[in-house]
C-alpha cells in the first residue's frame, strides 16, 4: 500500500471574480489528511451501471422529484477559482459553465437507506470484497488496533483494518446500530454507482456538485466566509491538532446525522464536511476558461473525483472543505470519511 502525500506551499492568484477574506488567503502549510492518494493494491473491474466511458445523461430522463431532493435550476455558474488554495489540485481557473436543470439528494445517502438497497440486491460493497478498509488511528479498541500490522506510508494515522466495512465503521467489534441517520462510509465509487442506478438515480458531475454547494453565492463556503457564524459551527471538520486531538467543538468526533448543520441557500445540506462524497468525474486537471454546457470531466481515466471534504479536514491538514476543492481516488477505494449522495435528471 503507497501513499504519496505533497507538502504544498499555498499559491495565490488575483482574481476578478470573488476576493478572499485576508484571514483565509494565505496559510502557511497545507498538507493533506491522506485520503487523496489511499490506493488498493490490486484493483477489480469498474461497475458497468453509469458507464465511465459516456457522457451522463445530465439532459434528459425523469422528471418526478422526491421530498429528500432538490431542484437545481438551468443556467450559467461561476465553476473552480483563480484564488486556488490548492494548486496541484486544478481548483482553477475560474470559468463559466452552463448547466442543465437537475435535481440532487437534500442529504447525503444514510446507512438506513444503504442498507434497503443492501437487503434488496445482496450487494457486497469493495471492502467486503476486499476484506479491509482504512480507518483513521485512535477510533479502534484495543483488541482491533492489535491486529493491525501496517499504516500507510507518509501518513500513519490512516490504518488497513481487516473486517472493517458500512456495517463495521471502526473494524468487527463496532456497529451502525445508533448511526442509521449517519451518511454510509466505506463505500467505493462502485458502491456508490450501484446504489443510485437501483435508486433510479445517478451520480452528480462535479459541474452539478459544485453549483448546488455554491447555492447561488460566490464565497468560501456555502454559507459565506467564515467557518463559525455567531459562535455556531456550520460544517462537521476538524477541531484541535489533526490528527492527535479533535476537540469536537462542532459536536462530533467523526460523522454526524445528516442534516446536523443548516442547509445552503438552496435547502442543500453537508456539500462540505462530514464525509467526502463521490462524483460521476474522472479526475483532470487540464481546465482552461472556454465557455462549456454540462461539463464531465475526461472521457477516461484512472481515479475518480471526491468533492466536499470530510470530518478530517481542517485548514492545516486538507484544507478542502470548500466548494471549489476537489480531490481523487481509485473507484475501489473505501473509508471511514467516505460517502456520497445522488443526483436526476430532468426531462427539457
Request: aromatic letters at 12%; charged letters at 25%; hydrophobic letters at 30%.
Amino acid at each position: 500500500m503507497i501513499l504519496l502525500l505533497y507538502a504544498l506551499n499555498l499559491c495565490i492568484v488575483q482574481s476578478s471574480v470573488y476576493q478572499a477574506p485576508q484571514t483565509d488567503v494565505c496559510l502557511d502549510k497545507a498538507e493533506g489528511c491522506g485520503c487523496d492518494q489511499l490506493k488498493r493494491s490490486s484493483s477489480k473491474p469498474e461497475t458497468t451501471a453509469d458507464s465511465d466511458s459516456q457522457k451522463p445523461n445530465v439532459a434528459g430522463g425523469q422528471t418526478e422529484s422526491s421530498d429528500n431532493m432538490v431542484f437545481i435550476s438551468a443556467g450559467d455558474f461561476v465553476m473552480g477559482t483563480d484564488r486556488q488554495f490548492l494548486p496541484l489540485d486544478a481548483e482553477g481557473p475560474a470559468r463559466k459553465v452552463f448547466l442543465d436543470a437537475f435535481y440532487i439528494d437534500k442529504f447525503e445517502v444514510t446507512n438506513a437507506e444503504f442498507k434497503a438497497f443492501v437487503d434488496s440486491t445482496n450487494h457486497k460493497t469493495d471492502a467486503e470484497v476486499f476484506g479491509d478498509s482504512f480507518v483513521l488511528d485512535g477510533l479502534l479498541s484495543p483488541e482491533e488496533d492489535a491486529k493491525v500490522m501496517s499504516t500507510v506510508a507518509n501518513a500513519p494515522w490512516w490504518l488497513p483494518v481487516q473486517g472493517a466495512t458500512w456495517e463495521h465503521p471502526e473494524g468487527r467489534d463496532t456497529n451502525i446500530h445508533d448511526r442509521m441517520d449517519h451518511p454510509v462510509v466505506h463505500v467505493s465509487w462502485n458502491d456508490a454507482v450501484s446504489y443510485c442506478s437501483w435508486a433510479g438515480k445517478r451520480l452528480p458531475t462535479e459541474a452539478e456538485f459544485e453549483k448546488a454547494c455554491r447555492g447561488g453565492v460566490y464565497t468560501l463556503y456555502p454559507w459565506g466566509d467564515e467557518v463559525v457564524v455567531d459562535k455556531r459551527h456550520m460544517a462537521n471538520i476538524w477541531q484541535g491538532e489533526f490528527p492527535r486531538e479533535n476537540t469536537k467543538e462542532d459536536g462530533y468526533k467523526t460523522t454526524a446525522p445528516i442534516g446536523s448543520y443548516p442547509p445552503n441557500k438552496y435547502g442543500v445540506h453537508d456539500l462540505i464536511g462530514n464525509v467526502w462524497e463521490w462524483v460521476h468525474d474522472w479526475w483532470g486537471t487540464n481546465f482552461d476558461t472556454t465557455y462549456r454546457t454540462n461539463p464531465y470531466g475526461p472521457e477516461t481515466g484512472e481515479e475518480r473525483v471526491k468533492k466536499g471534504g470530510s470530518f478530517m479536514c481542517t485548514k492545516q491538514y486538507c484544507y478542502r472543505f470548500r466548494c471549489e476543492a476537489r480531490t481523487k481516488t481509485s473507484a475501489d477505494t473505501t473509508g471511514l470519511n467516505v460517502g456520497f449522495r445522488c443526483a436526476k435528471s430532468v426531462s427539457n
